[in-house]
């Protein structure tokens, strides 16, 4: 399910900066591993499955701004 992603990116600094300034995002999700064009903000409560072929960039600190 990818009802706990929002916010799409192409590029991972923007996402990175976005989930960091979002108390709601815990991590960012690479919808093809391929670290292209597309990363997506996950929330809490977010899965993913096993055999999905993805992957997230867990959230490791907040930083103010």
Do not use: P
């Not at 900066?17 to 690479?30: L, V």
């Not at 996950?42 to 930083?63: A, M, P």
Request: aromatic content about 10%; proline content about 0%; charged content about 30%.
């Amino acid at each position: 399910s990818k009802s706990n992603t929002y916010q799409r990116f192409e590029d991972a600094t923007d996402a990175e900066d976005a989930c960091n300034s979002d108390f709601q995002c815990i991590g960012i999700h690479d919808e093809s591993c391929d670290q292209l064009n597309s990363y997506r903000l996950c929330q809490k409560g977010f899965r993913t499955s096993l055999d999905e072929d993805s992957c997230i960039y867990k959230k490791t600190k907040y930083v103010s701004k």
